[in-house]
């Protein structure tokens, strides 16, 4: 597993709006770094607000050029 590690947390990874789940596998043949317009992390209330308990461990949310 590629996730990043927080202990018992992991985040979740969100591009263009769609979950993409906790292994950065998963994303990393999803998206080139080239097709990325802009990152965010979300962390606490806020990620739980966006994302429920999926968000608890923070939530990296990616926009790719292509949605822009």
């Known amino acids: 597993n590629r996730a990043i590690d927080l202990g018992d947390m992991t985040v979740l990874y969100v591009i263009d709006g769609k ?24 962390n606490g209330s806020e990620a739980v607000m966006k ?7 923070g939530v990296l949310v990616i926009t790719t050029l292509k949605k822009n």
Do not use: E, F, Q
């Not at 994302?51 to 461990?57: L, N, P």
């Open 51 to 57: 994302w429920g308990d999926r968000g608890t461990g």
């Open 19 to 42: 979950d993409y789940g906790y292994d950065y596998g998963n994303i990393s043949s999803a998206v080139t770094p080239k097709d990325v317009a802009s990152m965010r992390v979300l």
